[in-house]
Nanobody, 122 residues
Framework: QVQLVESGGGLVQAGDSLRLSCAASGRTFDPYVMGWFRQAPGKEREFVSAIGSGGNTAYADAVKGRFTISADNAKNTVVLQMNGLKPEDTAVYYC????????????????WGQGTQVTVSS
């Protein structure tokens, strides 16, 4: 079992930056994937980015060039650096994890954090 805890959300202005962190604890297996999803009110939870245990990464088209995902394997932590934030980025951001290869489908992820709110104003 894996426990995930997100941090770093907040209220920022358009064009500003935020750094989200996700700390994982519990028993783990290799290979693994840690990723980020987001959900705005009234919308489905959507894929944002993910990183595999081999260092491979994936990004949703909406965030390419603005967001960067990285991992500190020794600390079991994944970071999402978000630059050039837009109002449409406003959502609750969830950290997620799975065992196996990197995929983008929400239902493929087995473990979820509690979420952290990101609000971007104009």
């Amino acid at each position: 079992q894996v426990q995930l805890v997100e941090s770093g959300g907040g209220l920022v202005q358009a064009g500003d930056s935020l750094r989200l962190s996700c700390a994982a604890s519990g028993r783990t297996f290799d290979p693994y994937v840690m990723g980020w999803f987001r959900q705005a009110p009234g919308k489905e939870r959507e894929f944002v980015s993910a990183i595999g245990s081999g260092g491979n990464t994936a990004y949703a088209d909406a965030v390419k060039g603005r967001f960067t995902i990285s991992a500190d394997n020794a600390k079991n932590t994944v970071v999402l650096q978000m630059n050039g934030l837009k109002p449409e980025d406003t959502a609750v951001y969830y950290c997620a994890a799975r065992w196996g290869r990197l995929v983008t489908a929400r239902l493929a992820y087995n473990y979820w954090g509690q979420g952290t709110q990101v609000t971007v104003s104009s």
